[in-house]
């Protein structure tokens, strides 16, 4: 990941080896910024191995047993602590059989926040219930009310002590491994300055049906906007990226 200012994620990409997870957090460290856009997001370890026509990783070992090399991230290095939420707290549904379930949408809790910008968004208003932006798989946060009255994380699974809340909705009915469930849009800061951002859905592109530029595109189309363009600039001190004479993403357009 050296050569880049921005590492993304986006849908669904589960299964992470050790390797993998060291080489994003080495990125963090050194100064990457990192934008996710999907869920269910490291949940199991995995192992690559040699397959029978000689590839060398060709074949991907889990036997998801409890205190195995491939049992659930959280159970190891936790990955509340550098993607900033945990499936532990979100949850699976399918919504062919329940469709009520996914007729939820985030409700904002800081639209003071620079993520937010240009929005039209306020505290406690609600988007992606229309396009059903939180379906299938989440992830959440161990989280409690604040003195203001907003969730705030408990730290409970590992989330870095800089993260913020954004937005979130309660999953009920939904299956959560940790029971209860709450989808939970996050940004934390890491130590040089750099940024994580997290939509923790897998069906956030949902909401970037409409990104036309108009003012009628939802609200989804301008976060992603802001949070890809913000998160491409380094940060002072970053060692990768741009600072090492490497690429960097270029401002979206529409």
Known sequence: LDPYVQAMIVGHDE??????????????????????????????????????????????????LPGSSTDNWYAYRPEASVIGVSYTKGGFM??????????????VHRAEHWVFAGTGLKDNDEFGRKVRILTYEVDGLYATTGPDGKPVPTFADGAPKSTIILASSPIVGWDVPKAPGLATMTIHQRALGNTVFNAATI?????????????????????????????AQPVSGATVGRATGGATTPPLTT
Request: glycine fraction near 10%; proline fraction near 2%.
């Open 15 to 64: 299964y992470w080896t050790n390797e993998m997870d060291t080489e994003l957090r080495r990125f963090l460290d050194a100064g990457g910024n990192l934008s996710v856009f999907g869920g269910n997001t490291m949940w199991w370890r995995s192992e690559m191995h040699a397959d029978g026509r000689g590839r060398a990783n060709g074949w991907m070992y889990m036997s998801r």
């Open 94 to 107: 399918a919504q062919s059989r329940t469709p009520t379930l996914s007729d939820i949408g985030y409700k």
């Open 203 to 231: 069906d956030w592109a949902r909401g970037l049906a409409s990104c036309d530029g108009s003012a009628t595109e939802f609200p989804e189309c301008k976060i992603t906007k802001t949070v890809v363009t913000k998160l």
